[in-house]
């Protein structure tokens, strides 16, 4: 029996997480949660599942961290502000599974030196992919990481197409119902710059080795090439339960948490590049990541902010990327980097991107 703390509760990580603890009540027990400003919806959880320890805020959920026994904490809060609770969770030595990947990019090494080794457990289903395909040889004999994509709703779109792209249009996910900043970030390719960083640090692999590829039938969740060419893919149908289950559970698997493939029924599998002269946040994203330091930290917020610009009618979709792109460049990093460094740049981030958003308007 694990006993599993779920930040982030009320949202679509944490609902799912719930449903499957519910249907494995001999392997899992909830004994924390913590959720934003749905206060109703976590009451009814706390009841449902009998938890004493219901809290909002990050503060209070890195503070139920520290305080609380548990085997597992799944971290679905939403934007770098699980920072701290991911920080917390893996100086507890609870087993990480980590949801929240904006923790671990803008906190990078930070994050990577506080983890023992296989305490951070990846929920995002790419990166879960990755762990299960790495399985299958040694860190030697990895040649290279590739990440699918979607291409969300704008694949084979030009820039020119882009410019009138709507809010109702950017949140028209063709695979996954998500959050507003996620589903968003989706169709940017944001999302996908973040999982570049985020599979870099997860797995030490260089960033000229990790590739990404289009695959709009979302089933091939990702793959690991190793030296001898030889190529493993994690396969199933679009189904966020599997990963996490994986996350509370690993490294064994919980017997029928999700659809298998159907291979009774024809099927195509397509894959294309991606095309980064569109779609430039990839491309920026291996810059940030390539520098290190705070630029990953910079990179989010100020996103973080055009999003709500472009949502609010501010900005338009392409002047996201841009945004973000002005404020990278005019960053001017610390030597090292800190805890306290980290908060100071997101919030200059998050101001230069204000006053970037304001002369637009």
């Known amino acids: 029996m694990r006993r599993i703390i779920i930040l982030g509760s009320t949202g679509s990580i944490g609902t799912q997480a719930l449903e499957v603890i519910e249907a494995n009540p001999d392997r899992f027990q909830v004994v924390g949660l913590a959720a934003g400003a749905n206060r109703e919806l976590l009451l009814e959880q706390a009841a449902k599942f009998g938890v004493k320890d219901a809290v909002q805020g990050a503060e209070a959920a890195t503070r139920m961290v520290e305080d609380i026994e548990a085997d597992v904490v799944i971290n679905g809060i939403t934007g770098s502000i699980g920072l701290a609770p991911t920080l917390a969770t893996l100086n507890s030595g609870k087993t990480l599974a980590l949801a929240n990947k904006e923790s671990l990019?803008?906190?990078?090494?930070?994050?990577?030196?506080?983890?023992k080794p296989g305490q951070i457990v990846p929920v995002d289903s790419e990166h879960s992919a990755l762990a299960?395909?790495?399985?299958?040889?040694?860190a030697q004999e990895v040649s290279k990481l590739i990440l699918t994509a979607s291409g969300g709703p704008f694949r084979?779109?030009?820039r020119e197409q882009l410019e009138g792209v709507t809010p109702a249009q950017a949140l028209a996910?063709?695979?996954?119902?998500?959050?507003?900043v996620v589903t968003t970030n989706s169709a940017t390719m944001v999302n996908k710059g973040l999982e570049l960083i985020e599979a870099?640090?997860?797995?030490?692999?260089?960033?000229?080795?990790?590739?990404?590829?289009?695959?709009?039938q979302s089933v091939v969740h990702s793959m690991v090439e190793f030296v001898d060419g030889s190529v493993l893919a994690q396969c199933?149908?679009?189904?966020?339960?599997?990963?996490i289950a994986l996350g509370m559970s690993w490294p064994e698997r919980v017997p029928n948490v999700a659809s298998a493939c159907d291979w009774t029924k024809a099927a195509t599998w397509t894959f294309e590049p991606l095309n980064e002269s569109v779609f430039g946040a990839v491309r920026l994203a291996r810059q940030v990541g390539s520098a290190g330091l705070t630029y990953p930290a910079v990179y989010n917020a100020a996103n973080e902010q055009a999003v709500e610009a472009f949502h609010?009618?501010?900005?338009?979709?392409?002047q996201i990327v841009e945004l973000v792109q002005r404020v990278v460049d005019a960053h001017e990093p610390d030597s090292e980097l800190s805890l306290e460094g980290v908060l100071r740049a997101e919030l200059w981030a998050r101001d230069r991107a204000n006053a970037q958003i304001a002369k637009a308007c």
């Open 105 to 115: 990019i803008v906190g990078g090494r930070l994050v990577t030196k506080a983890a």
């Open 132 to 138: 299960q395909c790495l399985l299958g040889g040694s």
């Open 156 to 158: 084979g779109w030009s």
């Open 173 to 180: 996910h063709p695979t996954w119902v998500m959050g507003k």
């Open 200 to 216: 870099h640090l997860l797995f030490d692999i260089p960033f000229e080795r990790i590739e990404v590829t289009v695959h709009p």
């Open 236 to 243: 199933s149908p679009p189904d966020m339960k599997l990963p």
């Open 312 to 318: 609010s009618g501010w900005i338009g979709f392409n």
